[in-house]
């Protein structure tokens, strides 16, 4: 029998867990435990942990195949491509490229074919006030939509672009063009079933360009719409770090964004892993039938939606 406790810690969703030390190997019981507190709180926190990199990864092992963070090799742990750095110091002399990461509402790698499942979070340095992470709960902002716009969406599919990352520009123009050329755009249904729960969560975030099928002008309004809708306070848990807590969500039915309220000389320092989620969406350039250019800019995105209209 699993020794945890789990204890709820926000209303849309969040729970903290005790009673486990996750540098250690999990037992079975505990990771049924923790899985069961995942797929029902969808944000689990683990205060007081320590956990090295490598341990890091080994408990993530336990949610599923993890992320070689291929499609962003900027700030990958020295010793462990499949452990990113999360951090506002220094690397190797430079700003860190993953200084201002996920400051804008989003679900991890939505711009990939295979989007994150579950996404872990170790803090290690953390501001003394601010650089919280804020989590909305999608299951909730698909179920509180109106049934009719629930049957429109249900068919929808939103086209999700890595140039939507909130400051992508600031990382520098050979970061900017290398995250373009390894992520082409993508499309995904706007509404998806989670495999475990069943329900249905809503899968549009601040890095949806367009809906197949809708102009660019009939899209904006909607994915604005959307996305206010998604984050009402009534949806949103929002995490205060603090150093040693380790923070395990599911990005299927969850978007967050990391809150850059925090004086940038203070080190904000953390290290994620992402779990990789099912075969899901399908490139734009596919969908159209060529493979003619690698990449397409923001207008040509738009162009290459636009001829998907039937
Ligand atoms: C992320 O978007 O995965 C990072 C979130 C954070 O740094 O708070």
């Known amino acids: 029998m699993s020794g945890i406790a789990v204890k709820p810690i926000g209303y849309a969703c969040g729970a903290s867990i005790e009673g486990v030390d996750l540098s250690k190997p999990l037992s079975r019981e505990d990771e ?26 080994d408990f993530s092992r336990h949610f599923g195949e993890l992320e070689d963070y291929a499609s962003q090799p900027f700030n990958r742990h020295p010793e462990n491509d499949e452990v990113m750095v999360i951090t506002n110091k220094r690397t190797n002399g430079k700003p860190s490229p993953t200084f201002n990461a996920g400051q804008n509402w989003h679900t991890d790698l939505s711009y990939t074919i295979r989007p994150a499942k579950a996404t872990t979070l170790f803090c290690i340095e953390k501001p003394s006030v601010g650089g919280d ?20 969406l249900d068919g929808l599919e939103g086209i999700h672009d890595a140039s939507l990352i909130q400051g992508l520009e600031k ?33 549009v975030n601040e890095r949806v360009r367009q ?25 949103v848990y929002r995490h205060y770090w603090s150093v040693g807590d380790l923070v395990m969500w599911d990005n299927r039915c969850l978007t967050h964004l990391a809150v850059g309220d925090y004086d940038p000389g203070e080190s904000r320092h953390m290290i994620r892993t992402s779990g ?7 490139l734009v350039e596919e969908a159209q039938g060529t493979q003619a250019r690698p990449v397409l ?14």
Not at 276 to 282: A, M, N, Q, V
Request: proline content about 7%; charged content about 25%.
């Open 171 to 203: 990382r520098g123009p050979e970061i900017v063009a290398e995250y373009k050329r390894l992520n082409p755009p993508v499309i995904h249904p706007a509404v998806r079933r989670h495999p475990d729960s069943g329900r249905k969560a809503l899968y």
């Open 211 to 235: 809906f197949v099928g809708l102009s660019e002008a009939e899209s904006k309004p909607l994915i604005r719409f959307l996305c206010d809708h998604a984050v009402l306070s009534r949806h």
């Open 276 to 282: 990789k989620g099912d075969h899901y969406g399908r």
């Open 297 to 310: 800019k923001g207008k040509e995105v738009a162009a290459a939606v636009d001829a998907l209209r039937d």
């Open 32 to 57: 049924r435990a923790i899985r069961a507190a995942w797929v029902e709180h969808l944000v689990v926190v683990f205060p007081k942990q320590q956990v090295a990199p490598g341990q890091l990864v």
């Open 133 to 152: 992470t804020m989590f909305a709960n999608m299951y909730l902002a698909y179920e509180t939509l109106s049934p009719k716009m629930q049957a429109f």
